[in-house]
């Protein structure tokens, strides 16, 4: 996903892992957001600025929203108000219909 706040544009992404924790399956949704920075050959190059991890409670249903809205929401927390507006209007237009 990209977001682009105050002419500097922001590359976010979800990245999911299983684990076994016990007799239990455990889903772990991470959320990296970087500043993409366009080199003069055409190719991008990211600058990694925040990430951080949502875990699933094995008793609950799982939901890729919910971890996406979980991770996202740590990652960005330091952000300004602001800009994690910005985020959010993106993040809610691209996984509107996703369940």
């Known amino acids: 996903m990209k977001v682009n706040v105050k002419d500097r544009l922001y590359d976010v992404r979800f ?8 007799k239990k399956r455990v ?14 050959t055409g190719k991008e190059r990211f600058t990694e600025v925040s990430f951080a991890h949502s875990r699933h409670n094995p008793v609950d249903r799982y939901s ?12 960005i927390s330091s952000f300004p108000k602001s800009e994690r507006i910005v985020f959010w209007d993106v993040f809610h237009k691209e996984f509107s219909n996703s369940k």
Request: aromatic fraction near 0%; hydrophobic fraction near 25%.
């Open 64 to 75: 890729k929203v919910t971890g996406k809205k979980l991770a996202l929401s740590r990652t």
């Open 15 to 22: 990245h999911k892992s299983h684990r076994e924790e016990g």
């Open 27 to 40: 889903i772990d949704t991470c959320c990296v957001v970087s500043i993409v920075d366009p080199e003069k």
